[in-house]
Nanobody, 124 residues
Framework: QVQLVESGGGLVQAGDSLRLSCAASGRTFSRYVMGWFRQAPGKEREFVATISWSGDSTYYADSVKGRFTINRDSAKNTVYLQMNSLKPEDTAVYYC?????????????????WGQGTQVAVSS
């Protein structure tokens, strides 16, 4: 069982940066592929970024590539999403997710555990 708690969301202006954190419980955190997803009002949930067990492999949605960075600190059982050059279209609830699998995945239904989400709002 893994519990995930996101933090770091807030209201910022376009061009600003935010760093989201996802703290995970459980001693097997290092065995989980971690991902970030987001859901804007009236839209479906969409993939943002994912990172492998070791942190060596990452993958990003085209919409955030070059602006967002995912990384993990296994000693702290935490995964981060650094978001730079934020745009109004990045406004959404951001969710952290964990998948007990070997390789990274962008498919939400392959993730086993989800956090409650943290709101990010970007004004123009």
């Amino acid at each position: 069982q893994v519990q995930l708690v996101e933090s770091g969301g807030g209201l910022v202006q376009a061009g600003d940066s935010l760093r989201l954190s996802c703290a995970a419980s459980g001693r097997t955190f290092s065995r989980y592929v971690m991902g970030w997803f987001r859901q804007a009002p009236g839209k479906e949930r969409e993939f943002v970024a994912t990172i492998s067990w070791s942190g060596d492999s990452t993958y990003y949605a085209d919409s955030v590539k070059g602006r967002f960075t995912i990384n993990r600190d296994s000693a702290k059982n935490t995964v981060y999403l650094q978001m730079n050059s934020l745009k109004p279209e990045d406004t959404a609830v951001y969710y952290c997710a964990a998948a007990r699998r070997l390789g990274v995945t962008i498919a939400g239904d392959e993730y086993d555990y989800w956090g409650q989400g943290t709101q990010v709002a970007v004004s123009s």
